[in-house]
């Protein structure tokens, strides 16, 4: 498989948790920030005895938040009374709560949106020892992970003069030894992680409705240079870690900028995206005598929507726009597959092996074979009538659940 694994010895957590136990979940789409998880094959069934409710947090407030799984705790965020953004962490064997943290940061989205509410969005980092919590009126929040008490908090909007984003804060922060990564205050930012200061921001587009990206940064090796890889609402572009310069950037054209799936890095050199009212690509990157040009290795009329794809053995497996499943040859940009049936209009995927877990955000538990002949379903389970549009989490053999709600630990039980 030559999807590369963008953040594999770049993220602290990742450099210090060699031979951890129990696995964890640190961050948006998991340890590595593309959706896979390594260890034991898991079983080929989640109904019936498969898998086992081990506890339950119920009458929590809405939150779109993945969960955070640590080794001891689970962090999860919750808006209260349409007021307050409320962040709580959990035992991880018994749910019993830790700590919980508190402050006041509500907006109202677009009437259009209205019918995805107007929670919490952004899914946490952690580096071991701090959770960067994004808050919905552009604030970020560094909170200590043992106590809740916060040690910063920056405001974008007072700190760069931007309006608060129409959709909320959306992008999900990415942690490393230097800082963290956001899209925020109507551009692309890296934040000092001390001290909450702003190192550097660049692809400023003023804020508001067009400034208010959906996409999450990911870490790369492009033309044979590591780089922050990030989706704006208009463009795709590569950007210097250290200093903000912006190596190259590619416009991406889709409806009213719904460019929300995170990049997926794929090969040598390519990144691959999918978007609505747009198109299905493999964008090539390259660099000659430090200049980078950017080309289509291949387009394909299919439109993403929200759900970020997963890639096994050169293929990608998304929910598009449609709410059917495609498979995509990532080498050719061919469709080698896509199901028949509709699904809900969202899916949080996450594989090991040859196997793919995939959360409805109907409350349906998927279990697919990666198999790029033809859709191949081994199970599914109703685990949930509540929406569940948060990304899951797979620790080892726990799946960790965070519905519209409530928070659920499940135990896969062994084969």
């Known amino acids: 498989m030559h999807i590369v694994r963008t953040l594999l010895g770049l993220l602290v957590v990742a450099s210090s948790a060699v031979a951890a136990e129990p696995a964890t979940w640190t961050q948006w789409r998991g340890p590595y920030r593309d959706g896979h998880v390594r260890g034991p094959a898991w079983p080929d069934k989640i109904s019936g005895d498969a898998l086992k409710l081990v506890w339950r947090v119920d009458k929590l407030g809405p939150s779109y938040s993945g969960p955070i799984v640590a080794a ?12 307050m953004e409320v962040v709580t962490a959990y035992d991880r064997k018994t749910g019993k709560e830790l700590w919980k943290t508190s402050w006041e940061g509500a907006i109202t989205v677009p009437f259009f949106a209205a019918k995805n509410g107007s929670w919490i969005r952004s899914t946490p980092a952690f580096d071991g020892k701090t959770l960067f919590v994004a808050g ?8 200590d992970g043992a106590t809740g ?7 974008f909007v007072k700190e760069c003069g931007t309006p608060p984003p129409d959709f909320g804060f959306v992008c999900s922060p990415l942690v490393d030894d230097t800082g963290v990564y956001v899209q925020a205050g109507g551009g692309v930012a890296k934040v000092d992680k001390k001290t909450g200061k702003i190192l550097w921001q660049t692809l400023k587009d003023g804020g508001g409705m067009m400034g208010s990206a959906f996409s999450s940064p990911v870490v790369a090796r492009l033309a044979g240079t590591d780089q922050l890889v990030v989706q704006t609402r208009t463009q795709l572009a590569g950007v210097e870690r250290d200093s903000g310069k912006v190596l190259w950037s590619k416009e991406i054209p889709s409806f009213r900028g719904m460019n929300i799936l995170t990049p997926l890095p794929f090969g040598d050199d390519g990144i691959f995206t999918s978007t609505y009212g747009g198109n299905t690509r493999l964008l090539q990157i390259k660099s000659a005598g430090g200049q980078y040009t950017t080309a289509d290795a291949w387009t394909l009329k299919y439109e993403g929507n929200m759900s970020t794809p997963v890639v096994l053995e050169d293929h990608a497996y998304l929910l598009g726009k449609d709410k059917r499943l495609v498979c995509v040859d990532l080498k050719t940009g061919r469709e080698a597959w896509r199901t028949e049936e509709r699904f809900g209009d969202y899916w949080s995927l996450v594989a090991n092996k040859d196997k793919i877990l995939a959360l409805d955000n109907r409350g349906i538990l998927f279990l697919i074979k990666a198999n790029s002949r033809e859709f191949e379903l081994l199970d599914k389970r109703q ?33």
């Open 136 to 143: 919905m009126r552009d604030v970020l929040v560094a909170l």
């Open 72 to 83: 001891d705790r689970i962090f999860t965020t919750q808006t209260v009374d349409k007021k």
């Open 149 to 155: 008490r916060e040690l910063w908090r920056l405001d």
């Open 383 to 415: 685990l949930d009538t509540n929406d569940t549009w948060a990304h899951l989490a797979v620790c080892g053999d726990e799946i960790v659940i965070r519905d519209l709600n409530g928070l659920t630990v499940w135990r896969w039980l062994s084969k």
